[in-house]
């Protein structure tokens, strides 16, 4: 038997077949298990202890305790540091000098409201777990493969999430269900687009790509729904200072990007302040980056027919986790969305050269990104985000000749 070249082993990807797929995957997915009941164990306590206080250490907390004042008719508390710390504090019997800050739109208050009265493990437990059946959902309909439910649980973004107690599972959810019903039912996409203004900063590119791409149904219709989820927080509490409130909280976001110390440095912004660039530097690297951003979704949008629409929907979505200098490790599940078209892709068009190898690289790669946090100038997310942007890129030109 003639062996076939390295190269060209790595161009086809003809070694990673779905043998090696559930070879890999199995495993880590009875260790993501395993690794989580550890976590939610703890050490030298009793079980029950163990799980409050792995629960309580989560971003959670700031929405279960939100939600708290929210529903004892005090929502604007919320947003307010020196009044929800105490209830974080009640909750938790802990006693933490600073609190977790609350800063989501009132829309998502509400449904913060709603939710506790489940008990916290409870009310943990029921929005991470329909949160990512829903995401688990979208990708399904983006390509009807087993390998995409799998591939989303031994995804280690999955598990961050869950650690962090965030909200990635919903976000991809709608944004998902944005970019399947752009094709299907584009007053459904808009709806889907209204919710996601609960995570605005991931909704910027979004309007652009609708505008260029001529998709005025949905445009209209996410305006529309945007439009009553602000009347339905009015009527809600019968006030508008609950947005002036949200607003002024905004300034917590702020502190942490401009600290010197950034955690989780994924966007532009954040990896010019890890390391030790000026603020002004930094946001003006970050800038030029938006502008190509923006250039390319221009470029992607306006097209008409000929760049398949699963390039047009994995571009979108990594330039809207590019564009926006807050990016932490949980958002990086939003990655399964541009995978998941990309393997629709390849079932319409073939696999391209090295798509195999990249597609497999970044779901392996990403288990490194918290070890390798701190030992690196760049983070493992980071180059995962540039890699498989320049490949989109080279895809959509690789469509256009393919189209023709």
């Given at each position: 038997?003639i062996?076939m070249?390295?190269?060209?082993?790595l161009k086809?990807?003809?070694?990673l077949s779905?043998?090696v797929?559930?070879?890999?995957?199995i495993?880590?997915?009875?260790?993501?298990i395993?690794s989580f009941?550890m976590?939610?164990?703890?050490?030298n306590?009793?079980?029950?202890?163990?799980i409050k206080q792995?629960l309580y250490?989560?971003?959670?907390?700031?929405?279960?305790?939100?939600?708290?004042l929210?529903k004892e008719g005090?929502?604007?508390?919320a947003?307010?540091?020196?009044?929800?710390?105490?209830v974080q504090?009640?909750l938790?019997q802990?006693?933490?000098?600073?609190p977790?800050p609350?800063v989501?739109p009132?829309?998502?208050l509400?449904?913060m409201?709603?939710?506790?009265?489940f008990?916290y493990?409870?009310?943990w437990?029921l929005f991470?777990?329909?949160?990512l059946?829903a995401?688990l959902y979208?990708?399904?309909?983006i390509h009807?493969d087993?390998k995409?439910?799998l591939?989303?649980?031994?995804?280690?973004?999955?598990f961050?999430?869950l650690?962090i107690?965030?909200t990635a599972?919903?976000t991809t959810?709608?944004?998902g269900?944005?970019?399947?019903?752009i094709?299907k039912?584009k007053y459904?996409?808009?709806?889907?687009?209204?919710?996601l203004t609960?995570k605005?900063?991931?909704?910027?590119?979004i309007?652009?790509?609708?505008?260029?791409?001529?998709?005025?149904?949905v445009f209209a219709?996410a305006?529309?729904?945007?439009?009553?989820?602000i009347l339905?927080v009015?009527?809600h509490y019968?006030s508008?200072?609950?947005w002036?409130?949200?607003?002024?909280?905004l300034?917590?976001?702020?502190?942490?990007?401009?600290?010197d110390?950034?955690?989780f440095?994924?966007?532009?912004?954040l990896?010019m302040?890890?390391?030790g660039f000026?603020?002004?530097t930094?946001y003006t690297?970050?800038?030029?980056?938006q502008v190509?951003?923006?250039?390319?979704i221009?470029?992607?949008w306006r097209?008409k027919?000929?760049?398949?629409?699963?390039?047009?929907?994995a571009g979108l979505?990594?330039a809207?986790m590019l564009?926006t200098?807050?990016l932490?490790?949980y958002?990086l599940?939003?990655l399964?969305i541009?995978?998941a078209?990309?393997a629709?892709f390849a079932?319409?068009y073939g696999?391209?050269?090295y798509?195999?190898?990249?597609?497999?690289?970044?779901?392996?790669?990403l288990?490194?990104?918290?070890?390798?946090?701190?030992s690196?100038v760049?983070?493992?997310?980071?180059?995962?985000l540039?890699a498989l942007?320049?490949?989109?890129?080279?895809?959509?030109?690789q469509?256009?000749l393919?189209a023709?």
């Amino acid at each position: 038997m003639i062996k076939m070249p390295t190269w060209a082993c790595l161009k086809s990807g003809s070694f990673l077949s779905k043998k090696v797929f559930y070879f890999a995957a199995i495993p880590l997915m009875i260790m993501f298990i395993i690794s989580f009941s550890m976590f939610l164990r703890g050490d030298n306590q009793s079980h029950e202890e163990s799980i409050k206080q792995q629960l309580y250490g989560t971003d959670f907390l700031a929405f279960y305790s939100a939600g708290m004042l929210s529903k004892e008719g005090t929502p604007n508390e919320a947003y307010d540091k020196t009044e929800i710390l105490p209830v974080q504090n009640a909750l938790t019997q802990f006693d933490r000098v600073e609190p977790l800050p609350f800063v989501h739109p009132p829309i998502f208050l509400i449904l913060m409201q709603f939710i506790v009265d489940f008990s916290y493990a409870q009310a943990w437990f029921l929005f991470q777990s329909i949160t990512l059946l829903a995401s688990l959902y979208v990708l399904y309909c983006i390509h009807s493969d087993q390998k995409i439910v799998l591939a989303t649980f031994t995804f280690f973004p999955t598990f961050a999430n869950l650690a962090i107690g965030q909200t990635a599972f919903l976000t991809t959810a709608l944004m998902g269900g944005v970019l399947i019903n752009i094709q299907k039912n584009k007053y459904l996409a808009g709806f889907f687009l209204g919710l996601l203004t609960y995570k605005p900063q991931f909704g910027i590119l979004i309007p652009l790509a609708l505008i260029v791409g001529k998709e005025w149904k949905v445009f209209a219709s996410a305006s529309l729904t945007a439009l009553l989820l602000i009347l339905m927080v009015h009527f809600h509490y019968g006030s508008s200072s609950i947005w002036i409130s949200f607003f002024n909280a905004l300034e917590a976001q702020t502190q942490i990007l401009h600290r010197d110390n950034a955690m989780f440095p994924l966007s532009a912004f954040l990896t010019m302040r890890g390391w030790g660039f000026s603020i002004g530097t930094a946001y003006t690297v970050h800038t030029m980056l938006q502008v190509l951003l923006v250039c390319f979704i221009l470029y992607l949008w306006r097209d008409k027919g000929t760049i398949a629409y699963p390039i047009k929907a994995a571009g979108l979505v990594l330039a809207a986790m590019l564009f926006t200098p807050y990016l932490l490790a949980y958002d990086l599940f939003l990655l399964m969305i541009p995978l998941a078209y990309l393997a629709k892709f390849a079932a319409d068009y073939g696999w391209q050269p090295y798509q195999k190898i990249l597609m497999a690289g970044i779901w392996g790669a990403l288990l490194f990104e918290a070890p390798m946090r701190d030992s690196t100038v760049l983070t493992v997310g980071s180059a995962v985000l540039v890699a498989l942007m320049m490949y989109v890129a080279y895809l959509a030109r690789q469509s256009v000749l393919i189209a023709k």
